[in-house]
């Protein structure tokens, strides 16, 4: 047993270390991925964020409210956007050949996924970091949290990755081609922009609300900004973590079933 799982780890650092040197040289993608949420993070905090901030009662001059508001929000933001150039780069692997090669050798299966995974969720924390930099650069401060607070709000963020990025391996294994992963992972990208990510859930239409509140990525903006902020969780933290045990079993029993089924 011991020695299996001595296997499994150094196939799988081996898959994790080929996908983070295929992502270095190859860093279109994933600078795209990770610029969109700090453009964002601009365009709302100075070309919107007078407008909006009278919308959630901060008042037309008080931008700082904004911005506290809206930092939660790009960070699941930013995670939502990586897992969907991981279905990309699943969907080429599957389509070039390579992991036809892969299962004719001495490798541990599950390494090729989890190679994925771990690179996915190393990349989407990375992006956090950096939107966190430019977040703090342009205003937003945190002062009410405790260290417990910012360890369970990096934890939240992180399970986040893991369970979207399941989620994106499959979509990336069910897809014939990289183009069709693209589309198929749309709505990672697009759930979070109809989320209560830049507006306060009560502040939609009556017909809108619904959407906005019963998806994965309201819950989890919520549990994080009652972190940061000490807004107050609620149910919101439980919500949210069911929810990423859900996409985590769901992706992971997907994938594997994808994988190891007989290739045509």
Do not use: K
């Amino acid at each position: 047993m011991s020695a299996t799982f001595a296997l499994a780890v150094r196939d799988a650092s081996t898959m994790l270390r080929r996908n983070l040197l295929h992502a270095r040289r190859y860093p279109s993608l994933t600078l795209n991925i990770l610029l969109t949420p700090i453009v964002l993070l601009l365009l709302f905090v100075y070309v919107f964020g007078d407008v909006m901030s009278a919308g959630i009662g901060g008042g037309g001059a008080d931008r700082s409210a904004y911005i506290a508001y809206l930092v939660p929000g790009i960070l699941l933001m930013t995670i939502g956007a990586v897992p969907a150039g991981t279905a990309i780069s699943v969907a080429m692997d599957m389509t070039e050949g390579i992991i036809a090669r892969f299962r004719t050798m001495a490798i541990h299966r599950g390494s090729v996924l989890i190679g994925h995974v771990v690179g996915s969720v190393l990349q989407a924390m990375i992006g956090v970091v950096l939107v966190g930099a430019v977040a703090v650069g342009i205003g937003f401060r945190s002062t009410d949290a405790t260290a417990v607070e910012w360890l369970a709000a990096f934890g939240l963020l992180a399970l986040v990755a893991v369970a979207f990025t399941w989620l994106a391996v499959a979509l990336g294994l069910a897809s014939p081609n990289a183009e069709a992963a693209s589309n198929n992972a749309m709505p990672l990208i697009v759930l979070p922009l109809i989320s209560s990510a830049f507006v306060p859930v009560d502040a939609m239409p009556g017909w809108f609300r619904p959407i906005a509140e019963y998806q994965p990525f309201t819950p989890a903006i919520e549990t994080l900004r009652g972190l940061l902020l000490g807004s107050g969780i609620g149910s919101s933290g439980w919500l949210a973590v069911g929810w990423c045990v859900g996409l985590t079993v769901l992706g992971y029993v997907w994938s594997s079933a994808l994988f190891n089924r007989d290739p045509e």
